[in-house]
């Protein structure tokens, strides 16, 4: 496979509050991951830009060489059955919107694969998406006929007072500056309009291991916590400090819960699948499961 060259930024000020002063939680191979003093966000220093994440994200090759493990989660083949995981959330969430927003004009902020953009309009909701991967862009486009534009998040404006729902899965986490986008959102949703978000869980059972081993190994076990604190996230959320960031950016809370990675679209061995299952097993009667969906009310 050919190397990939991906470029870190460094951070001056945090990402959440623009404060300079900063803990170091765990110093990585290639960065840290850092806790703000002034408003306890957690985020990454240096970080994958949201520039260099769309060059990323255009080449399939690139994901899979960052992380072998989540090369499929963006894989193209991958075909949303009709069971499963993946499925029952969404199925979950459009259930909850349908019930709580009178009209049926829906955004979804990176869609990828336009899996949920696909199911929502079979539901009969009127869908949009954005994405700033051209590949996604035109299967989407040609090959399931959806309205969707190459946009990044950051250069997306107009639409005021549009939609009725937007959607952001696995998104939140690579914005360069999240507080600003979500209000922009928020101008573009109409009024008790519903934004989902659903990103990983920084207080997870699963990153709570892998802490314990990098502190008991005296910083040397790295690798666990590379896993959970992916380089390709910039920023890392946990129900708490989500709920902050969306109230900061106009939206008053409606529900928030628990999730976890669809095991079936990882690139997992056979062991690793029966450990990380456990582990799952255990998160959910610790109530510290490793994806945490919240919804929130402009
Ligand atoms: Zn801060």
Same mark, same amino acid.
């Given at each position: 496979m050919?190397?990939?060259? !991906?470029? /870190?930024?460094?951070? &001056?000020t945090c990402p959440y509050c623009g404060s300079g002063s900063r803990?170091?939680?765990?110093?990585?191979?290639? $960065?840290?991951?850092?806790?703000?003093?002034s408003c306890k966000g957690v985020f990454s220093d240096p970080y994958l830009s949201e520039n260099e994440a769309e060059k990323v994200f255009s080449d399939p090759n690139a994901v899979g060489a960052i992380n072998p493990e989540v090369e499929s989660y963006y894989d193209r083949k991958f075909v949303l059955a009709n069971s499963?995981?993946? #499925?029952?959330? =969404?199925?979950?969430l459009l259930d909850f919107l349908e019930k709580n927003v009178s009209g049926r004009k829906l955004l979804d902020v990176g869609f990828g694969m336009g899996f949920f953009l696909e199911k929502s309009r079979r539901r009969g909701w009127e869908c949009k998406g954005i994405d700033f991967s051209d590949e996604y862009c035109k299967y989407a486009r040609e090959k399931l006929g @959806?309205?969707?534009?190459?946009?990044?998040?950051?250069? =997306?404006?107009? $639409?005021? *007072?549009? #939609?009725?729902? !937007?959607? @952001?899965?696995d998104v939140i986490e690579h914005l360069d500056n999240p507080g600003e986008s979500l209000a922009r959102l928020n101008g573009m949703m109409k009024k008790s309009g519903m934004l989902a978000v659903a990103t990983p869980n920084e207080k997870s059972l699963l990153a709570f291991l892998a802490q =314990?081993? $990098?502190?008991?190994? #005296?910083? /040397? !076990?790295? *690798?666990?916590?590379?896993s959970v604190y992916v380089l390709e996230h910039p920023l890392f959320f946990d129900s708490n400090s989500?709920?902050?960031l969306l109230e900061r950016s106009g939206f008053n809370i409606v529900l928030s819960k628990?999730?976890?990675?669809? @095991?079936?679209? @990882?690139? /997992?061995? &056979?062991?690793?699948? !029966?450990?990380?299952?456990t582990i799952f097993f255990l998160s959910r009667l610790v109530k510290m499961s490793n994806r945490i969906i919240?919804?929130?009310q402009k």
């Open positions: 050919a190397e990939i060259k !991906i470029n /870190l930024t460094e951070r &001056k803990k170091v939680m765990f110093a990585l191979e290639r $960065y840290s991951v850092c806790r703000c003093k499963g995981h993946t #499925f029952n959330v =969404f199925e979950w @959806l309205d969707v534009m190459k946009k990044r998040l950051s250069e =997306f404006r107009g $639409y005021a *007072g549009e #939609f009725d729902a !937007i959607v @952001l899965w =314990f081993m $990098y502190k008991a190994s #005296f910083g /040397l !076990i790295k *690798g666990p916590l590379s989500l709920r902050k628990q999730d976890e990675t669809d @095991l079936e679209r @990882l690139n /997992l061995g &056979k062991t690793k699948k !029966i450990i990380v299952k919240v919804i929130a």
